[in-house]
């Protein structure tokens, strides 16, 4: 189900029938007012065995729209804040832009802004306590960067780098080294490293009697002259003509950079965020702290935490203090190897006492993390899509938590 929510003001003149009734006929016949359409129903069964009495199914503070040919609807609700709002809905099943922000203002004849009212609120909020990307955050903005560290998304990719990487650091290695470390053929080895996105070129001057590596080249012709000028002599085992070109690779950088400081997690969480909503930063330093990813999403601020290392005691507990700070409602602990028994207990404690809710979501592969990262958005969206459709506008308004935020806000 893809969804959009949008706000607008209204003025406090109007009656909230003729809004649904001005809705309904700028929409069309193509639109079914389900609300008013089973009140209708029910009254209609009602009298068929002479009951004609009081009924109210619909909500004058709610309307849902359908259109079942297209698959789509438009939810509209009143927020009683002070000034008036009205909260609009948008769901589909395909994705299509419908250009609904335009649609509405014609509709509306006034301003409509992308996002319900809370999510603005804290779209501000958030915005303010940003500040410079982290030295990661700049590397992940890097768009030529990121393109190469989503390569690190396939597992097999991954755990092949980080095998060369963990064996050989930043050296160049020859070709028969990575096929006896890796355990495959020449030929599969060999197109393994000739992807320039992976890997980097290059000719190495190696002595065949001790196995010294002298510079690594660009191309062989630099490498045949560097040859050329050395007389063909180790310096380390004092033999002439020992020395030989031997072609080598180096893994790129920014691959080293994704697995040395766990980029790649942190661009996958953040691609995966992304399909959900717009609102998403990767790196960003908020006083002095170093978030991860931080998100708002179905009007909450998510803070995730994520770990390609084990996450232990100090973790949790920094973790927690960056939420307060950031004021985040949602925790998600993101990690590739398990937690321990004794932070697993503490976490839940923080559940059930604390005003955030934290949950944690352990993968040792990339399509791991991205089923159970999605799955849990998706149990937060199905959530608030049901709360919208309840129609309890006035304890959406004027819960704890909205008090909260209107607190925060005006601080």
Known sequence: ????????????????????????????????????????????????????????????????????????????????????????????????????????????????????????????????????????????????????????????????????????????VPLQAIKESLKTRMNETKRFCDDPELFEKKYVIVCKECGTS???????????????DSNNYCTFCEKENVLDIVEGYRVVEALRLGIDQGLWLESLVGDIISEFTSHVWIGQIVDT???????????????????????????????AMKAQDIQADVVLIVVTRDIHPNVKRNIERYKREGERSFETIIGNSAEKIKELLKTTLITIQDKYIKEWLSGESERYVISPRISRILRRFVR
């Open 1 to 172: 189900m893809n969804f959009s929510v949008y706000h607008c003001e209204i003025e406090k003149k109007d009656i909230l029938k003729d809004i649904f009734q001005r809705i309904k006929k700028f929409l069309g016949n193509d639109f079914c007012p389900i609300f008013e359409v089973a009140e209708k129903l029910a009254k209609d069964k009602l009298r068929s065995i002479g009951l004609d009495v009081p009924l109210f199914l619909s909500n004058e503070e709610l309307e849902i729209f359908i259109n079942e040919k297209d698959k789509y609807a438009l939810g509209f609700r009143i927020v009683p804040t002070p000034s008036p709002l009205l909260d609009i809905i948008e769901f589909s099943v395909e994705k299509k832009d419908r250009k609904v922000q335009e649609l509405l203002e014609n509709l509306m004849g006034t301003k409509i802004k992308k996002g319900s009212f809370i999510e603005n609120i804290l779209l501000e909020r958030v915005q303010r306590r940003l500040g410079k990307l982290s030295p990661n955050g700049k590397k992940l903005a890097d768009t030529s960067i990121r393109n190469k560290i989503r390569r690190l998304y396939d597992d097999n990719i991954r755990s092949k780098i980080t095998k060369i990487i963990y064996t050989y650091g930043e050296n160049v």
């Open 214 to 228: 002298y510079l690594a080249f660009s191309t062989k012709e630099k490498a045949h002259n560097a040859l050329t």
């Open 289 to 319: 702290n170093e978030l991860d990813v931080l998100s708002i999403f179905c009007d909450k601020v998510v803070l995730v935490e994520c770990k390609d290392t084990s996450f232990g005691q100090n973790d949790f507990y920094v973790t």
